[in-house]
């Protein structure tokens, strides 16, 4: 208990400097999210109408899995009604078929999911099985058992630590595209564009025509700039240095390089196509700008199609991913650090570590992962793929994810030795905002996030642990 209670204090300090990473407080947009609806019961065993026992051809018999009756706890962020329900229909198809193991849900009431795991550790009742979302923070604390090589092949991506993977992604990262008026390009002969070069000069066409803005932007939140900078950074630094960050924290690299500074001019170029006063229009208003006849297109995540469509039910949703100006398509997409993890505590028993093992491989089998992935409009992770019913839409999203050049997740979400200090990624969307708007030039843009980062990671410095 001792040593729970000072890792639980290690966790409330790490927390607090936890970087935000998507729309509001995360640029992937996509994890495990807040869309659909449902119900879900609890109690010692998960019980829904639709439960049922499918599912069962994809398991061996649970005999062979334990060597006793084996009770797991699960908790997962539960203030979603859709994730509520997939859950708890996965669940009980996976107790139907398991005789001798027994997932037992805890709810987590709808309130914040990371404080209630953090209480949950506090108290010495962490659980066997839980939704990871803060994965670096407790895999620093040696909470989480690394998953075996069979479970992650089961993956198109995951994220290591270390050369370890400790969580089974739960859904593609939020892939960010061009969302664009499809009547009003089939009225004016406007085509989705096969290269970056096509782009640009469809964003000039438009612009030419005169009766809307080429892009909406909504620059009033910061977070926003993070769609279109990450692109940016994905073609420019990404695509010759996977690993800049760490370069950055060894001191071998600094925001001076030229590959930085042509992101810096990639904005540039794509965002003087946006409307007036983009910096002073909030994300929440770019749906309006859309289905308003006020601008042609948007680049953002997935999770914009239904807002959309509720906004204007009759609006003809477009979508293309943009190229990279070299012609390799990099998306944002794959599993990221998040996902379905088990606890290195529980692990320490032979037969919860087995029937935990067994409950992530059934969850993902393609019967049961596909009622999760619909349910929430999510993009699937798995290699195998699953027989979808989304909207055509995101169906060419999914394809697009599959035919990626390069998929992987937000730069500000990236772990190891790559990940950000705190605050920097703010400071650095702030910084391009005034070099977009003319108010600093890139050189001196660049000499001051190297300043900011010198301090940054003086007080962060994932390489040498402090």
């Known amino acids: 208990m001792k040593k729970q209670k000072l890792v639980s204090a ?23 999210g807040d869309q659909g609806g449902g119900t879900q019961e609890t109690g010692s065993q998960a019980t829904t109408e639709t439960g049922g026992s499918a599912g069962t051809e994809t398991t061996q018999a649970a005999g062979g899995i334990v060597t006793e009756p084996t009770e797991l706890t699960f908790i997962f962020a539960d203030g979603d009604e859709g994730a509520k329900a997939s859950m708890n229909e996965i669940v009980n198809r996976f107790n139907d078929a398991h005789p001798d193991i027994t997932i037992r849900i805890e709810p987590g009431n709808g309130g914040a999911y990371s404080e209630l795991l953090k209480t949950k550790e506090s108290v010495g009742e962490f659980p066997d099985v839980m939704e990871m979302r803060d994965t670096a923070i407790y895999y620093r604390a040696g909470m989480l058992e690394p998953l075996s090589d069979e479970l992650v092949a089961l993956f ?118 946006g409307q007036e006063g983009w910096v002073s229009t909030p994300d929440a208003q770019i749906t309006t700008f859309l289905v308003s006849d006020m601008a042609a297109m948007m680049y953002s995540g997935t999770h914009m199609f239904s807002q959309i469509q509720s906004a204007d039910p009759d609006f003809e949703i477009g979508w293309f991913a943009v190229p990279s100006p070299d012609g390799k398509l990099r998306l944002v997409g794959g599993g990221g650090a998040g996902g379905l993890a088990i606890s290195s505590e529980s692990a320490k028993d032979p037969n919860k570590k087995a029937a935990a093992e067994e409950f992530i491989r059934f969850f993902f089998a393609p019967e049961n992962y596909v009622v999760y992935c619909d349910t929430l409009n999510f993009i699937p992770t798995t290699v195998a793929g699953i027989d979808s019913n989304a909207a055509p839409i995101l169906q060419e999203v999914i394809e697009a994810t599959r035919d990626a050049d390069d998929l992987g997740p937000m730069w500000n979400v990236r772990v190891g030795d790559n990940e950000l200090p705190p605050d920097f990624r703010n400071f650095t969307y702030k910084t391009v905002v005034e070099v977009v708007q003319g108010q600093r030039d890139i050189d001196s843009a660049c000499e001051e996030l190297n300043k900011t980062w010198k301090v940054s990671a003086e007080s962060f410095n994932p390489l040498t642990a402090e």
């Open 156 to 273: 198109q991506t995951t994220t290591e630590f270390d050369g370890k993977t400790y969580t089974a992604p739960l859904s593609g990262e939020n892939t960010n595209g061009i969302i664009y008026n499809k009547k009003y390009f089939d009225e004016n002969g406007f085509t989705e564009p096969a290269t970056y070069d096509e782009f640009i000069k469809l964003c000039q066409d438009i612009e030419d025509k005169g009766d809307m803005a080429p892009l909406v932007i909504g620059g009033q939140d910061i977070w926003h700039i993070g769609f279109w900078f990450h692109k940016a950074y994905n073609d420019q630094v990404l695509s010759a240095d996977p690993d800049f960050i760490k370069h950055c924290y060894e001191g071998t690299k600094d925001f001076s390089d030229p590959s930085f500074k042509a992101v810096l001019e990639e904005m540039q170029e794509i965002f003087q196509y």
């Open 10 to 32: 290690v966790l409330c300090a790490a927390m607090a400097g936890t970087l935000l990473s998507g729309c509001g407080g995360s640029d992937t947009g996509t994890t495990t």
